[in-house]
């Protein structure tokens, strides 16, 4: 059973830095591309960070490109979400996602993350 547990969010200043963990189990993790994604209250869900299977290739979503930073740990089924600078429109509930596979279904609880100004 595919399990993505999602945690290390909380409440932070702006400008502050919080580092989001998954843990990843029930699948072959180092054969999957990764993703964070976020929605935040009324909006729809927005892709953040992709990370290739090796960790080689990076994307990032424009609002976050120089500030967020995504990385895996294959020999752990972990994949991180570093978070510095951030802002109150980082505010969002932050989830972690196995795109473009049989597993794109499954989704975790996600981690909440909250920027005061």
């Not at 020999?75 to 932050?94: G, I």
């Amino acid at each position: 059973q595919v399990q993505l547990v999602e945690s290390g969010g909380g409440l932070v200043q702006a400008g502050g830095s919080l580092r989001l963990s998954c843990a990843a189990s029930g699948f072959t993790f180092s054969r999957y591309a990764m993703s964070w994604y976020r929605q935040a209250p009324g909006k729809e869900r927005e892709l953040v960070a992709t990370i290739s299977t090796t960790g080689g290739t990076l994307n990032y979503g424009d609002s976050v490109k120089g500030r967020f930073t995504i990385s895996r740990n294959n020999s752990k089924n972990m994949v991180y979400l570093q978070m510095n600078n951030l802002k109150p429109e980082d505010t969002a509930v932050y989830y972690c996602h196995i795109p473009v596979s049989p597993y794109s279904g499954n989704w975790g609880q996600g981690t909440q993350v909250t920027v005061s100004s």
